[in-house]
């Protein structure tokens, strides 16, 4: 049995930019964040990151063997230090496609497996669960979020913008009590992010990504391409919504005729464009926008969601918090609450019918979890 009260647990993230494992260790009692802990960082190789791409799309009964054993063994190498001082550990692992209108969502990696490779009991599958009871099975974070709200302390409406391959908003109204309770939180995806931007610079330069959106920062945002992406019928329906990684990939079709700078330009302003589009789904004006992700590392994409929105926008750095490593910390904290039998989900986040806890505990040497 977990001890009662605080305890240390581990949270480990690879996201839809296909960039590398996050790990990173919390103290918390699922309600609150008590302390942060050491984090680790194990990047994909080139050739691994050639593999997971390769899966990309593809669902249950359909062979992913060789991403299951990419994804199982970066996370094992990221988690190993970490894992002895920590009590339980939450595995995101990876997304391969998402369609929870359609045929669900996949997420590979072997939670059991870890477990027994770890020595340490793992909590995996977090969106099954709340795709079965009629939610969108995403975003994940925002119950994260609400309690990240209450550690910097604020007061008013807060909204956190993660751009990662896609971006996410979280609105948060920190004076809930709870983040299940009606009117705490409301969360969605916003659009594309950065994978569009990536898979445009890995086919034209064999980059991974724009570093710093010096590529951008050459080129003009056009405006015709920008229009027709604004047309997508995704922007007017009404949250909670979410998008698999890839299904804006015509995105790179509109800027085709582009040169390179002016292509990166366009499709950093699209991300921008988006977010304001979302902006227009939350109940108030935020006080601040807090951005965690890699897009916060691009000061074109910033210096555009600036230009575009009204309120303050930061990396959650300004407010104490770590940019690169809160989605862990995120499945970290959730992992806690599903043991202990808490809600991970409810209607504002991903439209599921009643406050969902999602997830499967597996322990060392149980395959089949408990």
Excluded at 6 to 16: E, H, N, P, V, W
């Amino acid at each position: 049995m977990l001890k009662t009260g605080r305890i240390r647990a581990l949270g480990a993230m690879s996201g839809t930019s296909l960039d590398g494992v996050d790990a990173a260790l919390i103290e918390t009692d699922g309600h609150e964040i008590h302390a942060f802990g050491e984090t680790a960082y194990r990047p994909y190789s080139h050739g691994e990151r050639a593999v997971l791409r390769a899966a990309l799309g593809l669902w249950p009964g359909q062979d992913v063997a060789a991403a299951e054993r990419v994804v199982l063994r970066a996370h094992a190498t990221a988690l190993a230090e970490l894992a002895q001082a920590a009590d339980l550990i939450g595995f995101h692992g990876q997304t391969l496609a998402h369609e929870p209108r359609g045929c669900g969502t996949h997420q590979i990696g072997d939670g059991a497996a870890l477990a027994d490779a770890l020595g340490r009991p793992v909590v995996w599958d977090f969106r099954s669960a709340d795709v079965r009871l009629g939610g969108q099975g995403a975003p994940l974070a925002p119950f994260y979020h609400f309690a990240c709200a209450r550690y910097v302390g604020a007061t008013g409406p807060l909204a956190f913008l993660n751009l990662g391959g896609v971006g996410n908003l979280t609105w948060v109204d920190p004076g809930k009590a709870r983040p299940e309770d009606e009117g705490a939180l409301l969360a969605f995806d916003t659009g594309p992010a950065n994978a569009p931007i990536n898979d445009l610079l890995t086919a034209r330069r064999n980059l991974d990504y724009d570093e710093d959106g010096r590529i951008a920062r050459g080129g003009a945002v056009a405006e015709g391409a920008l229009e027709l992406f604004l047309e997508e019928p995704y922007f007017t329906h009404m949250p909670p919504k979410s998008l698999d990684r890839d299904e804006f990939s015509d995105m790179i079709g509109l800027v085709a005729e582009l040169d390179d700078a002016d292509a990166a330009a366009t499709l950093t302003g699209m991300v921008a464009a988006a977010v304001l589009k979302g902006m227009e789904h939350c109940p108030s004006p935020p006080e601040r926008m807090l951005v965690t992700g890699g897009g916060r590392r691009n000061p074109v994409m910033m210096d555009m969601l600036r230009a575009a929105l009204d309120c303050e926008v930061a990396p959650v750095e300004d407010a104490g918090l770590d940019g690169d490593m809160l989605e862990a910390q995120a499945f970290a904290f959730l992992a806690v609450r599903v043991a202990r039998g808490l809600p991970t989900s409810c209607p504002g986040t991903t439209g599921v019918r009643a406050a969902v806890a999602g997830g499967t505990l597996s322990r060392p040497g149980a395959r089949d979890g408990v």
